[in-house]
């Protein structure tokens, strides 16, 4: 379905909408990595140390953990803080940014459950 915008062009499918429909992919790519969710959703209720996390998440491995670590710090969703203690400790937490994400996954899910739980009922 198309509509027309301000200046004409159309609204779906149109050249203003090619960069918009890149970003879109990349964040629905970046967010479907395996186990993003579940290190998201744990890093939304506190900050978090890395074997915490690694607990927390039956079946991960640390190496993969690792990576989804770097992979939020990277697009600075989640900060890494290393803190002054003896044997030193390393924590996670989401950053404004990363929050900000979470609320929109959070509302991606809830509507999830409206629609999918409309269509068990049929």
Not at 55 to 74: H, K, N, Q, V, Y
């Amino acid at each position: 379905m198309a509509h027309e915008t301000e200046g004409g062009a159309q609204g779906v499918g149109g050249v203003e909408n090619r960069a918009a429909c890149g970003q879109y992919h990349e964040i629905l790519e970046f967010l479907g990595r395996k186990w993003m969710g579940s290190v998201l959703s744990l890093l939304a209720t506190r900050s978090y140390r890395f074997n915490e996390l690694l607990g927390a998440i039956p079946g991960i491995s640390d190496r993969m953990l690792t990576e989804r670590l770097r992979d939020l710090e990277t697009r600075r969703f989640v900060a890494r803080h290393v803190l002054a203690a003896s044997p030193i400790r390393v924590e996670y937490e989401l950053t404004d940014r990363g929050k900000e994400l979470n609320e929109v996954v959070a509302s991606l899910v809830h509507s999830a459950e409206r629609w999918f739980a409309k269509e068990e009922k049929r």
